[in-house]
């Protein structure tokens, strides 16, 4: 069974960029299609990008794909989320997600993925 561990949130001024990362650990990364969503404060818990095993496909929500980028580096059994101009809306806890081999693209709800982290807290100041 997978272990994910987000990091890389914090609290940023509008405008700013951060990085997110996601540890995998107790399997191997390359395995699993992987995921980033979030969820703010008294809201459902929201798709945000995915990115195939071997990254060759990736997917975006509509709300932030002009600023966003999803990548890895499965040699590191790492995934990253590239957020820049950020907003006081993107504030919300960022969870990484990991999907087992098979099912349809691109995995857009929870329910298709299988192993999740604890979240990292993103706060995005006015």
């Known amino acids: 069974q997978v272990q994910l561990v987000e990091s890389g949130g914090g609290l940023v001024q509008a405008g700013a960029s951060l990085r997110l990362s996601c540890a995998a650990s107790g399997g191997t990364v390359s395995s699993y299609a992987m995921g980033w969503f979030r969820q703010a404060p008294e809201k459902e818990r929201e798709f945000v990008a995915a990115?195939?095993?071997?990254?060759?496909?990736?997917y975006y929500a509509d709300s932030m794909k002009s600023r966003i980028t999803i990548s890895r580096d499965n040699a590191k059994n790492t995934v990253y989320l590239q957020m820049n101009s950020l907003k006081p809306e993107d504030t919300a806890v960022y969870y990484c997600?990991?999907?087992?081999?098979?099912?349809?693209?691109?995995?857009?709800?929870?329910?298709?993925?299988?192993?999740w982290g604890q979240g990292t807290q993103v706060t995005v100041s006015s």
């Open positions: 997600a990991a999907r087992r081999p098979g099912g349809s693209w691109p995995p857009l709800v929870q329910y298709d993925y299988d192993y």
């Open positions: 990115i195939s095993r071997i990254g060759s496909s990736r």
